[in-house]
DNA sequence: CTACTTGCAAAAAGTTTGCAATATG
DNA sequence: CATATTGCAAACTTTTTGCAAGTAG
């Protein structure tokens, strides 16, 4: 994962000029390894940079995954931001929290495995897990011995 | 595949009235097994119904999802629709054309050979694989990519 | 000092809601 | 005939754009 001075130092590499908010930007995406919605984004912004605007924000989520040092994820109830995690070059895909949004990575990669039909020629794929990580477990089940209730059942 | 007929059975026998706006709809999914964003079926059905209004479609839309004549899928574009083919009650995975976005069935299911990592719960999971099919594959130069990534900053 | 960045405001795009009129079953 | 459904208009949310003022390098 990247450091906030990695973060800096790749966007001022990449000719950008490095600003009050932009340091803010790189230190929430350095602490925080869950996505970001621009408006968390912009409500974390302000507590540390008053007077920000919200086209600011986009502007710089927008350069920023541009520049690889954010990935854009869509979900369901919208766009997220993240640090870039395959900056690093390394392939593989996230269990991702439900309650916290924080990622785990998952190495295997399920693509070598699928046979692509009708001369289907593959260019990206996307696997990814959502559920609940040790930390958020839905506690009110806590019955003791939970043994035969596995529903698979699923989307 | 649902047809035409199968749809509109499934909404009136869950006490939809059938209307011609939703004839419109129905007809329309039934016709084409790729996703539709809302625009792309208001146009449609402007075309058979005339004095539509977008709301309309909005509120349909949202309705056959909740039957689950529909399945709603985000894309990195916007929120798009298509005939729910999980309603069988079989599990599978999809490859989506990037050209012409239908899908084509995968039967393989990665989850059972993903490990999840520290007890986590998983609750669902999404595997899509995407690219172009048999009659999408780039023959020569295909101008109708959305290849607008502009690097910037080249001083 | 130069021009990249920001803030403001307003526009654009996408989606939802209230309500009276309409049409289905 | 009762009420689900539609169309209209307007509210609302999210994202984008133009432009003058501010600031990093």
Redesign the pocket.
Known sequence: MLSTEQIIGV??AQ????????KSLAKLFAERDGYL???DVYDYMCKQ?S?????????????MEELGVLEQVVFED??KFRVGCNSDGHHHHHMICLQCEKTYPIHFCPMPLTDAPEQFQVVKHKFEVFGYCKDCRPKESKETNESSKQKKGES
């Open positions: 966007m001022s000719g950008l000029r490095i600003t009050d908010q932009r919605t621009p408006k940079y007077g920000l605007s919200f086209d600011t924000v986009y502007r710089n989520l927008r350069v919208g766009l």
